[in-house]
């Protein structure tokens, strides 16, 4: 067994930019960072067989790699036909309206501030482009606005920042609420038990060929990390930045902005029921 293959979600090996599935090509974001890893996965889905493609994340508001989006489609024989946003934060979002210039596509969005077009997402929908299914999950959480991208062809979900290639996302609060966080990773899991989904498509970081295996070991994180902060505040670490230097002490300190958004998250939990 290779060290990735025991990694939580067996995250696969090679590079991250290419083909993941039959139907999904990455093209990798010139933006690494600590919190976006590798930089944002940008991602074409089409069928084999269509002319006709649908780009999941634009990423961020960077000419060569939204060029180098539409080049890549093209090289495949494919027109770029409609733009799709798992969420608003800029890494993510910030080049839509440039690359829908670009396109001349609509762009579909749970937050209507972030939409071209008339047409938005809602849980329940379903996206035909070019043969193409795409179904809409509501996967709120690590933001408001989060929605995931099941692609049943592929027995794959397109996850945003809600699950990751690597390590762990935030619950960025406070539009972020650890509640919807965890029911939004059970309705994952429910994809993977009734749908069969076994892949998952991150927002960044490497595709997750064990698709319940990462949900399984995200759902135990947020418990152990519950029950830490928990333990925190009975220790008398009443401030979330007390909380953090407490809980990830181990964590680079770099992070620990980040970390604090997930922090004030679980408290606001903890304190919703009843536990401090």
């Known amino acids: 067994m290779t060290y990735a293959a025991a990694l939580p979600g ?37 069928e084999p067989d269509s002319e006709l493609a ?16 539409v080049e890549t489609a093209e090289r495949a024989g494919k027109r770029v036909a409609l733009t799709l ?31 071209l077009g008339d047409e938005g997402l809602a849980a329940g929908d379903v996206v035909t482009t070019g043969g193409l299914e795409l179904r809409v999950v509501p996967t709120p959480g690590h933001t408001a606005d989060s929605l995931s ?33 965890l029911d939004s990773l059970r309705r994952l899991q429910s994809l993977t038990v009734d749908d069969g989904v076994d892949t998952v498509l991150p927002g960044h970081g490497p ?19 519950l029950a830490q902060v928990e333990t925190a505040v009975e220790s008398g670490h009443r401030e979330a930045s007390e909380v953090v230097a407490h809980v990830y ?3 680079d300190r770099s992070l620990w902005p980040a970390a604090e958004l997930s922090v004030r998250a679980q408290l606001e939990y903890l304190r919703e029921h009843g536990l401090i």
């Open 10 to 46: 067996q995250p696969r090996g090679g590079p991250i930019a290419g083909p993941a599935t039959d139907r999904a090509v990455c093209v990798l974001a010139p933006n690494p960072s600590a919190m976006t890893l590798d930089g944002t996965n940008t991602w074409i889905v089409a």
């Open 54 to 69: 649908v780009v999941i994340d634009p990423g961020p508001l960077d000419e060569g790699h939204l060029r180098a989006v």
């Open 149 to 181: 991208f099941h692609l049943p062809a592929d027995a794959a979900v397109l996850t945003g920042d809600t699950v990751l290639g690597r390590g762990t996302t935030v619950v960025a609060h406070p539009d972020g609420r650890l509640g919807d966080y």
């Open 85 to 115: 946003l798992t969420h608003g934060h800029p890494d993510h979002a910030e080049g839509a309206a440039r690359f829908a210039e670009l396109t001349r596509t609509r762009v579909r969005a749970l937050d209507p501030a972030l939409r």
């Open 207 to 225: 595709v997750l060929n064990d698709a319940r295996g990462a949900i399984e070991f995200y759902l135990a994180h947020r418990a152990h990390r």
């Open 249 to 251: 002490a181990d964590v």
